[in-house]
């Protein structure tokens, strides 16, 4: 794999949403419609976007100075978090570029960029990098291009305004008969994680953030588990870290060892973090974040610390120091 050399900007973006030694422990909180669902009771429509903002307002604040970066949204939270001060101007920020859910049918599914926001507003809004989700299955054919077309669009974008790309690739079944959740489709994750790792890896983004390859439903070997982080690694063109994917915090300290063990470098932690607290009463749930979501997150970034791969064995920087006028052509 040729090694690829990060701009200024990239690296210091990457430096700033990473840990000292360059890990990622990154508390991810960009939840939109699915965050909706998980408040009690559920917000009257008229009611509902200043019942996300006060949720998002509660946690940010308690949790972001435990990781090395958070990751918001644009429409609930990275600008008002930002604006009423409850988001630190040393934590880390990154901010996603797409529209929530999906277009197409459940076995063609196709992402989009949220209407009236891209790469050139969340630069100009101070944040380190951007996140595209992309829901992506690489056999899906012209759905599988027409994905791979948006990645390099935005991956282009950040490059004309010198900011990272986390991408983030969401798998599915392009089979109506085989549920994401059967045991049929758990055979398989293993390498179509592999193969999505390869192909959108290829396009250009500086981080790759990939669902856990095995699912521990199915297969609780954990040297299965190294093997298959360990083959994400050797095809990936780029470093990776590993999302939580909506599995038990329980569940998700055994995966993210195995992980960094197998080459990741690091994790962007979203559910398995806080999700319990979300039902609860404002009172409640700041209590209950305070005492166990911060240990929690604590705990997951002393696993990575001591296990992960730094993203810096994949990046050098760019050479300026042996140019006096590296800035005439930056």
Not at 157 to 177: G, M, N, Q
Not at 180 to 191: I, N, Q, R, T, V
Request: aromatic share 10%; glycine share 6%.
């Amino acid at each position: 794999m040729a090694e690829k050399v990060l701009s200024v900007g990239k690296f210091r973006g990457l430096s700033a949403t990473s840990s000292a030694d360059k890990i990622f422990t990154i508390l991810a909180f960009d939840h939109r419609q699915s965050f909706l669902r998980m408040l009690k009771p559920t917000p009257k429509e008229d009611e509902e976007y200043q019942a996300v903002v006060n949720a998002k307002s509660d946690l940010v604040p308690i949790l972001s100075p435990y990781g090395s970066a958070i990751l918001l949204d644009p429409v609930y939270s990275a600008a008002q978090m930002i604006i009423s001060a409850r988001l630190p101007g040393d934590i880390g920020l990154l901010v996603s570029v797409e529209a929530s859910g999906y277009t197409g049918d459940n076995t063609g599914r196709v992402s989009t960029i949220l209407e009236n926001w891209g790469v050139e507003k969340i630069k100009r809004m101070g944040a380190n990098a951007v996140k595209l989700l992309i829901y992506y299955h690489p056999h899906a054919g012209k759905v599988a291009e027409q994905q791979e077309q948006l990645v390099s669009k935005v991956v282009e974008d950040c490059r004309k305004h010198d900011i990272p790309l986390f991408l983030e690739a969401v798998s599915y079944s392009i089979d109506p008969t085989i549920d994401k959740k059967s045991e049929e489709f758990a055979a398989g994750h293993p390498d179509l994680v592999v193969e999505t790792a390869k192909r959108i890896g290829a396009l250009g983004p500086e981080i790759l953030k990939l669902e856990f390859p095995v699912d521990p439903d199915y297969d609780s070997d954990e040297s299965h588990w190294l093997e298959a982080c360990q083959a994400v690694s050797e095809a990936s063109p780029a470093p990776w870290a590993v999302l939580t994917g909506g599995v038990t915090y329980d569940v998700f300290v055994e995966q993210l060892e195995i992980a960094c063990k197998g080459g990741a470098s690091g994790f962007l932690a979203g559910r398995a973090v806080w999700q319990e607290s979300m039902p609860m009463s404002r009172g409640e749930r700041r209590d209950w974040l305070e005492n166990v979501a911060v240990q929690r997150l604590q705990n997951l970034a002393a696993i990575a610390e001591d296990f992960a791969r730094p993203w810096t064995d994949f990046y050098p920087p760019q050479n300026v120091t042996d140019y006096e006028n590296w800035y005439a052509s930056y």
